[in-house]
């Protein structure tokens, strides 16, 4: 599996794409396949401050729930609110229309402490391994 190399990623298997001081926010393709198909998204509100690798949502699906963590510190400035009516979009397209949130970061050196795509692949393999 290949990830999207202009993405960061975290350990709990959220990503990053970083646009100014605001980064979109999904969940990657391994999290999707872990999951399996998504029933329901519960997101924060626009105007909603969150903490990095702090909870902010969940992602439920036909195997289980499982909790969405921040990337990064700031204030969500978007939702996805397409995912209310189709949370499968998640599912279909992790990296484009399944993305989650859009963050104001208030720390943009927090993307420091996210992994690459090379780094997140390496880690996914020992996951596996």
């Known amino acids: 599996m290949t990830y999207p190399a202009e993405l960061r ?3 709990e298997h959220e990503w990053a794409r970083v646009d100014g001081d605001t980064v979109r926010v999904g969940v990657t393709s391994y999290a ?6 998504v029933t329901l998204v ?3 509100a ?20 499982s909790e969405l963590f921040s990337p990064v510190s ?3 400035t ?11 979009q998640v599912n279909e397209a992790p990296y484009e229309g399944g993305w989650l949130v859009d963050i104001k970061m ?14 997140y692949a390496d880690y996914i393999g020992k996951l596996e391994g």
């Open 78 to 88: 978007a939702v996805n609110e397409d995912l209310e009516g189709t949370p499968e």
């Open 74 to 76: 700031g204030e969500i």
């Open 106 to 119: 208030s720390d943009p050196s927090q993307l420091d402490g996210l992994m690459d795509a090379a780094q």
């Open 42 to 44: 519960d997101l924060p």
């Open 46 to 65: 626009v105007g909603t401050s969150v903490s990095a690798h702090a909870r902010f949502g969940e992602i439920e699906s036909v195997k289980t729930v």
């Open 9 to 11: 990623y975290t350990k």
């Open 32 to 37: 999707v396949d872990q999951l399996g198909d």
